[in-house]
């Protein structure tokens, strides 16, 4: 499926994925409220100053916390420890929101890591 917007997406979503999505998305725009929504590979996105700072994705079992960069999520082992997660996503519960605390963390590594 093609999307053409954050809001397309969510609304093709069931709940409590497009809730926690929602919070999520929330959540990213408060930390980040110059950034700009897009749709990237398919996924929502936001971008800084034209470059993609965090996005995420539901799928049939979970949720996940893309952070655009596979050197985000390895500088946070402590914080991840109680998260399934690869190199390129953090993946959380459909019903559980990200804590903020963690979101704006790993926003705040991929900022440093684009020089924003």
């Given at each position: 499926?093609?999307?053409?917007s954050?809001d397309?997406?969510?609304?093709?979503?069931?709940e409590?994925?497009?809730?926690?999505?929602?919070?999520l998305?929330?959540c990213?725009?408060?930390?980040?409220?110059?950034?700009?929504e897009?749709?990237?590979?398919?996924?929502?996105a936001?971008?800084?100053?034209g470059?993609v700072v965090?996005?995420f994705?539901?799928?049939?079992?979970?949720?996940?916390?893309?952070?655009?960069?596979?050197?985000?999520?390895d500088?946070?082992?402590?914080?991840?420890?109680?998260?399934?997660?690869?190199?390129?996503?953090?993946?959380?519960?459909?019903d559980?929101?990200l804590?903020k605390?963690?979101?704006q963390?790993l926003?705040?590594?991929?900022?440093e890591?684009?020089?924003?």
């Amino acid at each position: 499926m093609t999307f053409d917007s954050i809001d397309s997406y969510l609304s093709g979503l069931e709940e409590p994925k497009r809730k926690t999505l929602q919070a999520l998305r929330a959540c990213i725009l408060e930390i980040v409220p110059d950034a700009t929504e897009c749709i990237s590979y398919g996924m929502p996105a936001f971008r800084l100053q034209g470059k993609v700072v965090a996005g995420f994705a539901a799928f049939k079992n979970h949720l996940s916390y893309l952070p655009h960069s596979g050197r985000v999520l390895d500088k946070l082992p402590s914080e991840l420890a109680n998260y399934s997660h690869s190199s390129g996503a953090l993946r959380f519960a459909s019903d559980e929101p990200l804590p903020k605390g963690l979101v704006q963390k790993l926003i705040e590594i991929r900022l440093e890591q684009l020089g924003l």
